[in-house]
C-alpha cells in the first residue's frame, strides 16, 4: 500500500532473528559471514523489499560508470582473453571495469547477494559461472543489468557457444585425418560455482566417435584436476600404452600445449606420430601451431559489453541470447 513504511534494517533484524551489525555485514562484506546466516538475512530483505539507504541513494544519482565482471581464476588465458574484449569495449565508452574474482561458492554467492544493494554499478557481466534463480531474480528486481557468458538463464542476457557441437567438431576432423585411436584428455567436474565445458566437449566428442563405431577404451579417457603438471602426466600415461592413441583431443588449448610437451620429451613426431587438437584458441595457440576449436574469445567479451550497453539504454528490451559460433582452425598438429 502507499501509505505502508518503508521497510528499515530493524525490520530486517526482527524478521530475521540477527543483529543489525550482521545484516551491514551481509551487505558490505558477504563472504566474512557464513552462509546459512547469509541466507536468512536475504531472504528477510527479499521478503520485505527492503533497499539500503546507500543503494537508494545510489539510484537517485545518473550513472555511475562502472561495469562489474564476475569471474573465476580470471588469470586463466581464456578468462583473460575475455576480459581483454570487455575491457577494450569498455575503454572506448569510458567505462571503468570492476572485478570480482571467484575462488569459491560462497564468495560467488555473496557477490550476488551484495552487488544489487551496494554495487554501484551500471551492469554486470558473469563469466563461466552458474547463476541460481533466486540470483537472477534478485538481479532483476534491483535492476542491475546483466548478461552471462557462457552460462544461460531464461531471464537474463547471454552469450553462449555449443560446447557439445565443439566436441562432435573435433571427433571429425580426427575422423576425416584418418585417426581410429584417439584419446582424450581434460579437467574433471570442477567445484560446484564453476560450469563444466570439457564434459559438454567430451560427451560431443564421444557420440561422433561412437556413431563411427569406434569405441573408446577407458585408459583412452583422462581427466584430472586443471593444472598442467596433470595434463602432462595424463599424456605420459596415454603416450605410455602399449598401444598408445594417434591422436589427442585435449578439452582446452592450455592442456594441448601440455601434450605437446610431453609429445617432444618422448620423441613422438606431431602431427605423424600423434596429432593433437586443442579448443578455445587463446593467443599461444597460434604460435605453437596447434590445431583447435576457435570460440572467440575477445569477441564473447566484446559483445557482453555490446549487449549490456542495448540493454541499459533499452530496459524494457527482452533478454537477447546470443550463440557465437565454433570454428575449427586447422594449423600444424593434426
Known amino acids: 500500500m502507499s501509505n505502508q513504511k518503508k521497510p528499515t534494517i530493524y525490520n530486517v533484524a526482527k524478521l530475521s532473528g540477527v543483529s543489525i551489525s550482521t545484516i ?43 561495469i562489474g565482471v564476475i569471474t573465476p581464476f580470471f588469470t586463466a588465458p581464456s578468462f583473460v582473453q575475455r576480459l581483454r574484449g570487455v575491457s577494450a569495449a569498455l575503454a572506448s565508452l569510458n567505462y571503468e571495469l570492476v572485478i570480482y574474482a571467484v575462488d569459491s561458492s560462497d564468495r ?32 532483476i528486481e534491483h535492476e542491475i543489468v546483466t548478461v552471462l557468458i557462457e552460462h544461460t538463464h531464461p531471464s537474463l542476457n547471454c552469450i553462449e557457444i555449443d560446447d557439445f557441437h565443439g566436441g562432435q567438431m573435433a ?9 581410429r585411436r584417439i584419446a582424450f584428455v581434460g579437467d574433471k567436474e570442477p567445484h560446484d560455482f564453476e560450469l563444466h565445458p570439457a564434459g559438454m566437449r567430451l560427451k560431443g566428442f564421444l557420440q561422433v566417435l561412437q556413431k563411427t ?8 579417457l583422462r581427466q584430472f584436476d586443471d ?35 610431453v609429445a617432444r620429451e618422448m620423441n613422438f613426431k606431431v602431427p605423424e606420430q600423434l596429432a593433437v587438437i586443442g579448443f578455445d584458441d587463446i593467443d599461444f595457440a597460434e ?33 537477447q541470447h546470443i550463440n557465437l559460433p565454433l570454428q575449427l582452425v586447422e594449423r600444424k598438429t593434426t
Open 213 to 220: 563405431g569406434i569405441e573408446v577404451p577407458e585408459t583412452y
Open 24 to 66: 551491514s555485514r551481509v551487505l558490505n562484506t558477504p563472504d566474512k559471514v557464513n552462509s546459512e546466516t547469509r541466507q536468512k538475512v536475504l531472504e528477510a530483505i527479499d521478503s520485505l523489499g527492503f533497499i539500503p539507504k546507500a543503494d537508494a541513494r545510489a539510484r537517485a544519482l545518473s550513472k555511475t560508470n562502472r
Open 287 to 319: 604460435y605453437a601451431d596447434l590445431t583447435t576449436i576457435r570460440q572467440h574469445l575477445d569477441e564473447s567479451g566484446r559483445l557482453a559489453v555490446e549487449t549490456l550497453m542495448t540493454r541499459i539504454a533499452s530496459p524494457s528490451r527482452p533478454p
Open 227 to 261: 593444472t598442467q603438471a596433470d595434463a602432462m602426466q595424463a599424456a605420459r600415461e596415454l603416450l605410455s600404452l602399449p598401444t598408445p592413441p594417434t591422436a589427442i583431443f585435449a578439452a582446452a588449448d592450455v592442456q594441448a600445449l601440455s601434450v605437446l610437451k
Open 171 to 179: 571427433a571429425s576432423h580426427l575422423l576425416e585425418k584418418g585417426h
Open 108 to 139: 560467488l554467492e555473496g557477490y550476488l547477494s551484495s552487488i544489487p544493494f551496494t554495487g554501484n554499478l551500471d551492469g554486470l557481466i558473469v563469466m563461466s559461472l552458474s547463476i541460481h534463480d533466486k540470483d537472477a531474480q534478485r538481479l
